[in-house]
């Protein structure tokens, strides 16, 4: 009989987990070696177990999960409180809320941009929420891909040099895949255009491209579409869908574009997800 809590089980990637966590969490004056290891939260009900353990099924868990801001008097006001959310391996899943809601702060809480108030963040594995600001960028360079509503391109380089940047620092430069990338998205003759030369919706291809540049495990999109026209935004989600399909990798995205939430099979409202918005519509 082997114990997860104690990293024992042959094959469970915990102990390296725990050594990362323990070197990038601030403020812990107990020695590593002293403290128990946790598996992800999805796997509690293995902790007794004969053998390896089953294959995880979600690349993300959130638990517990905080991010309160103070107002001017000094106040504190909650804008995300989610008790328990999951995200499978290669799902697609759309939250649909209202603009103020929390969303985007819950992707860069996902994300790692932001640090919680409280809970945890496992991503493919690996808790996010225990480790110091660069750690978590480079987390997130190797397992997240990000397509944001304003793209984020750097104005001064080219198609290419941006995608190229989305992979300089995860798992490195690979200059074929980012050409591959490109042209996969249309622009396999524009890749030297730096973004004023490329229209609105250009300028989105080259950010999904850079998105899935790193070859994450999860993308995240905040309104990926919010820049474009109906047809544009149509034709961009469907690209981000498809290209999130050959890459095995998960898509959440957050919108309240009906037409783009139309496109999803899976849809959940984020008042369901995020007990802050649910009081704040209440």
């Known amino acids: 009989m082997r114990d997860v809590s104690t990293c024992a089980v042959r094959g469970h990637r915990s102990n390296r987990l725990h050594d990362e966590h323990s070197e990038n969490h601030r403020g812990s004056p107990t020695p590593p070696q002293t403290r128990p290891c ?15 353990l089953p294959l995880p099924t979600n690349v993300l868990e959130v638990a517990s999960l905080l ?11 909650t804008v995300v409180d989610v008790p328990t959310f999951v995200l499978g391996f290669g ?7 209202a603009s103020g809601s929390g969303k985007t702060t819950f992707l ?9 108030n409280e809970g945890t963040i496992w991503v493919a594995q690996r808790e996010f929420t225990g480790l110091g600001q660069s750690a978590r960028d480079r987390a997130r360079a190797r397992t997240i891909g990000c397509v944001f509503q304003t793209f984020n391109l750097l104005q001064g380089y080219s198609a290419l040099e941006n995608v190229r940047m989305g992979m300089m620092f995860g798992r490195g430069v690979d200059e074929r895949f980012a050409r591959e990338l490109l042209k996969r998205v249309g ?19 080259v950010a999904v491209a850079r ?51 139309a496109q999803f099979e899976s849809v959940r409202d984020f008042e369901e997800i995020n007990r802050a918005a649910a009081k704040a519509a209440a």
Do not use: F
């Not at 799902?91 to 809320?97: N, V």
């Open 91 to 97: 799902e697609q899943l759309a939250l649909r809320g």
């Open 187 to 205: 622009l396999g003759g524009r890749m030297n255009h730096r973004p004023q030369q490329l229209s609105v919706g250009q300028q989105q291809r």
């Open 108 to 116: 860069n809480l996902l994300a790692g941009i932001l640090e919680a």
């Open 38 to 52: 946790r598996p992800p939260p999805g796997w509690a009900h293995w902790t007794h177990v004969a053998g390896p």
């Open 67 to 77: 991010k309160q801001y103070r107002t001017p008097d000094g106040a504190p006001t």
């Open 211 to 261: 998105a899935l540049a790193g070859r994450p495990k999860l993308v995240l999109a905040d309104e990926p579409t919010g820049s474009l026209d109906a047809r544009r935004a149509a034709e961009t989600m469907s690209l981000i869908r498809e290209l999130c399909r050959e890459q095995q990798a998960a898509l959440l995205t957050v919108s309240h574009d009906r037409d783009m939430l």
